[in-house]
């Protein structure tokens, strides 16, 4: 069987066609993306309209491209699967009405997927998959969160953000510093040439006794520094500032990870999300859960941002496990705001 994946929820148009193995995971059969971060560099973040239409002009043609790349035609694809939700309302039914149409014109079925399930299940896509149950850390722009996963759509809340998510946090201090967007790989670059330990910036909830997190403060810190080194700053304490920030964000998010392995006993830690393409937080938690005598499993780089193969990917897992509400009557409808933990009733 064969799922076409179609994510539109916010500035990535991305497909992929995936294919199901009787008794074994789903394959990859070939997958496009196109980012739109140059053209909402200008305005220094996302512009939802503007998203939404190029979605409209990008979605067929890469459609068209996955297929000729699988040496697929329409005809091969049984089911044709979208992001539900979360994300832009705009964006999102993009995405959704055309796989709605696809598959009306096919007669094929269609099936709404969790944006935040296809992140969580990505790394099934990669060569070191992993095994349930694990700790899955769920770390973008717009979420940070762990989780304790024991299967498709078996997943229990340990921990999350109460305000910005790391992504934001590093965007932002990014912004504060004058780097280019998206800020997160900027500021990433920008480290590389810093000290860390140049600025004591705060770990926000580092030691708290549970396993929520908090970035605001963190990026009111970064801000506060930012002024009083002034319009003269040097280009290497600027590196400094840009490492020590990344620094804070990455040891919060490793100490609550390794915490929340080591209180489940579980041996696998699951990252995935935007955020977990960051090479120092890979770095950190695989040292640490060397320590703990656990994995750390990610998801192929070129997938942790969003991308149709994970949409594909969580479609067809769920098939395989009599999960997928699949419909054939051309309705459908997309949740803006969907919270993991209610897709069972969805």
């Known amino acids: 069987m064969n799922i076409l994946g179609i994510e539109s929820s916010c500035d990535e148009t991305g497909v992929a066609l995936v294919q199901t193995v009787p008794g074994g995971t ?17 305005y220094g973040g996302v512009v939802p309209e503007l998203a939404s239409r190029d979605h409209i002009r990008r979605v067929l043609p890469l459609a068209q491209q996955v297929l000729r790349e699988a040496g697929q035609g329409l005809d091969g694809v049984d089911v044709v699967a979208y992001t539900r939700g979360p994300g832009l309302a705009g964006a999102l039914l993009v995405g959704a009405g055309v796989a709605v149409a696809l598959g009306a014109a096919l007669g094929r079925p269609t099936l709404g997927v969790h944006h935040l399930e296809g992140h969580l299940l990505s790394p099934f896509l990669a060569d070191d998959a992993p095994a349930f149950p694990f700790v899955a850390l769920l770390v973008s722009g717009g979420h940070t969160q762990l989780m304790r996963v024991d299967g498709v759509g078996r997943y229990a809340m340990l921990g999350e953000t109460i305000d910005d998510a790391a992504g934001e946090a590093f965007d932002k201090s990014a912004k504060l510093l004058g780097l280019g967007y998206p800020g997160g790989p900027a500021l990433a670059r920008l480290a590389e040439f810093g000290d860390p330990a140049a600025y004591a910036l705060p770990r926000p909830l580092l030691h708290s006794h549970d396993l929520d997190f908090s970035f605001a403060g963190l990026k009111t810190a970064v801000m506060t520094q930012w002024r009083k080194l002034g319009s003269n700053v040097c280009e290497q304490a600027r590196a400094d500032l840009a490492a020590s920030a990344q620094a804070a964000i990455v040891d919060v998010l490793a100490a609550k990870s390794l915490r929340a392995l080591a209180d489940s006993g579980l041996a696998r830690l699951v990252v995935a999300g935007g955020v977990g393409a960051n090479l120092r937080l890979r770095e950190t938690l695989d040292a640490g859960a060397r320590r703990l005598g656990a994995r750390v499993h990610y998801p192929p780089l070129h997938l942790c941002t969003d991308n149709g193969a994970m949409i594909a990917l969580a479609a067809a897992l769920r098939l395989q496990q009599g999960l997928a509400d699949l419909r054939r009557d051309g309705a459908f409808d997309v949740r803006p705001r969907w919270p993991l933990d209610g897709i069972a009733a969805a």
């Open 26 to 42: 789903p394959r990859l059969l070939a997958d496009a993306l196109h980012s739109q971060a140059e053209m909402h560099r200008a």
